[in-house]
């Protein structure tokens, strides 16, 4: 709190002191007694008007010390080339997680840019009717991490190096990332919800009306109706969690800051990415689109074989066939299948690769194609096993709805006897396909 906003509480409080000594006075019955009165409603006067001139100065030059230290960051973006960012790039780059966490941890007020922060938080989640006693202590706008009934934990601490210690002390270059798998439903086009409220209904036409030619010049029209059902999505809970040393908190002399809010962003990422994939339904799950009823299905063989590419085209046929060829339309394979395709010839002439290009952006077909990790590659049938699963479709047929920001409990009871502070996230998640028939799978594909 700024010591001009405290000085204006003690006015506020010397004021109603002021209040209650005019009132007494008035009830005064006797000359005497108003006499009395009066000297006190003067004190009161006397030490309202005393602190609001400490106010308006102070008020003055906190007004005068923030101009200055602006127009000194201004600079600083100026020389940094910073001085075009966003409001919200530049918060981001303001706003230090493990000082909120530090807040947080040990009972104080929240202040300066981590309190915006948490009242902005809290305001989302507001607006998502999620306010209330199931929120953490510290709750953050989506914005800051964008963004389970899965749990993701990193214990990260400072006296082992390979958790947390190479990040204390010594000058050292930039942190080594954990490589994680590329986040690829996004890029392929999938529809993406950032602000969702209440439950989502999608009505969706699930057939359509024909029409039918006249027999005669006045013959009566043939009645036809089409009929609708509905995509619906509620907010489904992703939480993941890692602890952090009370001694990592204070020593960090790196980027420990953007890993920790990184690694804890990822997570949740990570675990929406295979949900929107193979989800199950179950057990809290949104339903992916290998699992989801009613897509198109390649079949191989009794133990899964070879993507050929005859195959391949097939995945396309389908789409076209179900007259959901449109859209943004492209092919996720696993990296395994990604290298099959790129050695594998069009045709006997020898006419090109299946896949040309690189992993991520190549073209099969004319289509944009992805290698993930998120597909998976250890699926059987039959004899088969270790077989792989690819999808094509119209990625904007999947929708991927959030609600509210990032809530995150800041616990340091738990493992207090370890001096360790556990960072808890929570997000709301929920996914869905349009039409099914818009991706067609195959989960049977042999490397070998």
């Not at 953050?140 to 993701?152: H, T």
């Not at 004899?383 to 479709?393: C, K, P």
Request: charged share 25%; aromatic share 6%; net charge negative.
């Amino acid at each position: 709190m700024s010591k001009a906003l405290a000085l204006r509480q003690q006015a506020g409080a010397a004021l109603d002191k002021w209040k209650a000594a005019l009132e007494e006075r008035d009830k005064a019955t006797t000359p005497e007694d108003r006499a009395a009165k009066s000297d006190a409603v003067k004190t009161a006067k006397d030490d309202y008007d005393r602190l609001m001139g400490e106010v308006r100065d102070q008020e003055a030059f906190e007004a005068a010390e923030k101009a200055d230290a602006g127009e000194s960051l201004r600079e600083q973006d100026r020389r940094g080339g910073r001085e075009n960012l966003s409001p919200e790039e530049r918060v981001r780059r303001e706003f230090r997680l493990l000082d909120a966490v530090n807040q947080a941890a040990y009972g104080k007020t929240l202040n300066g840019v981590a309190a915006e922060m948490d009242q902005e938080g809290k305001k989302e989640a507001r607006q998502h009717n999620m306010d209330g006693a199931g929120l953490g202590n510290l709750t953050l706008p989506r914005f800051l991490m964008w963004q389970d009934n899965g749990q993701e934990q990193r214990d990260i601490t400072a006296t082992t190096t390979t958790t947390g210690g190479h990040t204390v002390a010594t000058e050292l270059g930039g942190l080594i990332p954990f490589l994680d798998p590329r986040l690829a439903v996004i890029d392929m086009g999938a529809t993406y919800l950032p602000d969702s409220k209440g439950n989502l209904d999608f009505p969706r036409n699930d057939a359509s009306a024909t029409a039918v030619w006249r027999a005669t010049e006045n013959a009566s029209s043939t009645e036809t109706t089409p009929t609708f059902d509905k995509l619906s999505l509620t907010p489904k809970g992703i939480t993941a969690y890692t602890d952090v040393s009370k001694q990592n908190l204070i020593q960090t002399s790196i980027s420990m800051e953007n890993f920790v809010r990184g690694r804890l962003n990822r997570a949740v990422m990570n675990l929406l990415e295979t949900a929107c994939i193979s989800g199950t339904g179950a057990s809290g799950q949104p339903t992916g689109i290998l699992t989801q009823a009613g897509t198109n299905d390649i079949t191989i063989g009794a133990n899964g074989g070879l993507l050929t590419w005859a195959l391949t085209v097939q995945f396309e046929t389908e789409a076209a066939t179900d007259n959901a060829d449109m859209g943004t339309l492209g092919y996720l394979f696993t990296p395994g299948v990604a290298g099959l395709l790129k050695t594998t010839k069009r045709d006997v002439a020898g006419n090109g690769f299946i896949w040309e290009g690189p992993n991520k952006g190549a073209l099969v077909n004319g289509y944009k194609a992805v290698a993930s990790n998120f597909l998976p590659s250890n699926l059987t049938k039959g004899s088969g096993a270790s077989l792989h699963a690819a999808i094509f479709g119209d990625w904007s047929e999947l929708i991927i709805a959030q609600w509210g920001g990032i809530d995150l409990l800041v616990n340091p009871y738990t493992k207090g006897k370890e001096a360790l502070v556990e960072l808890i996230v929570n997000a709301w998640y929920d996914l869905g396909v349009r039409h099914a028939v818009s991706f067609t799978k195959c989960d049977e594909i042999s490397l070998v």
